[in-house]
């Protein structure tokens, strides 16, 4: 009798932590949605009064009548204003990705299209830093594959300027293979940069981290890039990886189902520990 009333006691207690959880878990939630909704009309504002400040600046830094030296300045104005505007577009990523509101747009893309594009965008760099830049395929890459053009893009450029940022002499190297057995395509993003400490490299893909943090004043950058890159990666069905080593360099792997709507076959690598 008593031991069972003892045993009501403990459930009734149990139930009530349960429910407190619960509210809990709402709430956070709640806070989330809204700490989502406020960074994203945030954003729209901000970019309103930045897009006269850029335009301008540029009618100003081209124009030949003013004195050279204000030239200049506007310049800097427009290349601050710029970074401005990347910070403020990740943001927005990042906080749309949080509140699920992330669409995508997928279709049939070809792969030689994305190689052309990433090679002109990226020469042009990798030339300034006496880089090689190599951007390749394998035969049995097929020729059209089902994901979101610009998102794709948008984790490549990430992966391929951070390659060339942190690279000073060697090569950047791009190759694009099949995996027959998950019937994925791989994206592997080689440099042979500074590297990554071990200890770093689950931090690279938080937000707002660098490995080094000395990394903004030396190379710039926002620390955003890597993790919105990882979301976009899982939002496409996939996955983002890491090896690097310190002092030699680093491999970063992308790797996507050749259909999207598919997904992976067999085993998803992803989920095992
Ligand atoms: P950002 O490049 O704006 O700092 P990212 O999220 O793209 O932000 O990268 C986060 C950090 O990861 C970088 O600051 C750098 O420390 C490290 N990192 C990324 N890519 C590389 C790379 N290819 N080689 C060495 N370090 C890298």
Redesign the pocket.
Known sequence: EERSSLLEEKNELIEERNAEIQQKAEALELSTKYKSEFLANMSHELRTPLNSILLLSRLMAENEEIEKEHQEYAQVIQSSGQGLLSLIDEILDLSKIEAGKMELDQANIKVDEIINNMRSLFNPLAKDKNLQLVIDKTSDVPEFFNTDKMRLEQILK?LLS??I???SKGSVVLNIVKNEKLNAIIFKVT?T????APE?QGM??EAF????GS??RK?????????I?RELAKLLGGYIDLK?KEGE??I?TLTLPIDTNKGFEGTIPWEKP
């Not at 940069?193 to 990554?196: D, H, K, R």
């Not at 981290?209 to 080094?212: E, K």
Request: net charge positive.
């Open positions: 990430n951070n390659a940022k942190f690279t440099d940069g500074v590297g990554i770093k690279v893909f981290q660098q490995a080094d990394t903004r190379f710039g950058g926002t620390g955003l890039g890597l993790s890159s690097s360099g680093s970063f």
